[in-house]
T-cell receptor, first 115, second 111 residues
Framework: GAGVSQSPSNKVTEKGKDVELRCDPI?????LYWYRQSLGQGLEFLIY????????KSGLPSDRFSAERTGGSVSTLTIQRTQQEDSAVYLC?????????????FGPGTRLTVT | DAKTTQPTSMDCAEGRAANLPCNHS???????VYWYRQIHSQGPQYIIH???NNETNEMASLIITEDRKSSTLILPHATLRDTAVYYC????????????FGAGTTVTVRA
């Protein structure tokens, strides 16, 4: 079946520009997560959605970062006035939250390069 | 969450079973064992999880010792595409959803 998809797969942008990253979770998954991973580094949690609500935004690095989710499905992560330190792979994951299990299924990521 | 210990690296032959150990001696009764992997330049991939019974799915088998202090992930017929870093983590039932991985085991499958 279809997995988590993300677009674009690669994005090169100039410092100061805004970017939007899209995530399509697995159909029916109510939980959605955004992470980022810098080269050779571990996962950095950004934000968690349950349905359209974001009860945990604690990982967003600054107010330049925002995210929304509509229809309990697609999510968009927006970075305003991009900086070079924003360069990373941005990963989206979804979880079925069925029963008591919390496995997360990841998309392929969007590689963001800020020049 | 309990800490896990994994070997830094291991090699295995293509077509053979790969047995990946994980120690979690401080695991508590309500913590599940999860396995993920990350192939180079790809996002993490969920493999399997279990509480105390052995589990099997289309990707792998998970064997958890009776005392739950260690487990083994088994890839029954390793292929070159299984080359990846494999992470063993433990999570409290319904606990912290923010995934983070330790160093994991770098598995290299050789032809």
């Amino acid at each position: 079946g279809a997995g988590v998809s993300q677009s674009p797969s690669n994005k090169v942008t100039e410092k100061g520009k805004d970017v939007e990253l899209r995530c399509d979770p697995i159909s029916g998954h109510t939980a959605l997560y955004w992470y980022r991973q810098s080269l050779g580094q571990g996962l950095e949690f950004l934000i968690y959605f349950q349905g359209n609500s974001a009860p945990d935004k604690s990982g967003l690095p600054s107010d330049r970062f925002s995210a929304e989710r509509t229809g309990g499905s697609v999510s968009t992560l927006t970075i305003q006035r991009t900086q070079q330190e924003d360069s990373a792979v941005y990963l989206c994951a979804s979880s079925p939250r069925q029963g008591m299990t919390y496995e997360q299924y990841f998309g392929p990521g969007t590689r963001l390069t800020v020049t | 969450d309990a800490k896990t210990t994994q070997p830094t690296s291991m090699d295995c032959a293509e077509g053979r079973a790969a047995n990946l150990p994980c120690n979690h001696s401080t695991i508590s009764g309500n913590e599940y064992v999860y396995w993920y992997r990350q192939i180079h330049s790809q996002g993490p991939q969920y493999i399997i999880h279990g509480l105390k019974n052995n589990e099997t799915n289309e990707m792998a088998s998970l064997i958890i010792t009776e005392d739950r202090k260690s487990s083994t992930l088994i890839l029954p017929h390793a292929t070159l595409r299984d080359t990846a870093v494999y992470y063993c983590i433990v999570r409290v039932l319904g606990g912290d959803y923010k995934l983070s991985f330790g160093a994991g085991t770098t598995v290299t499958v050789r032809a």
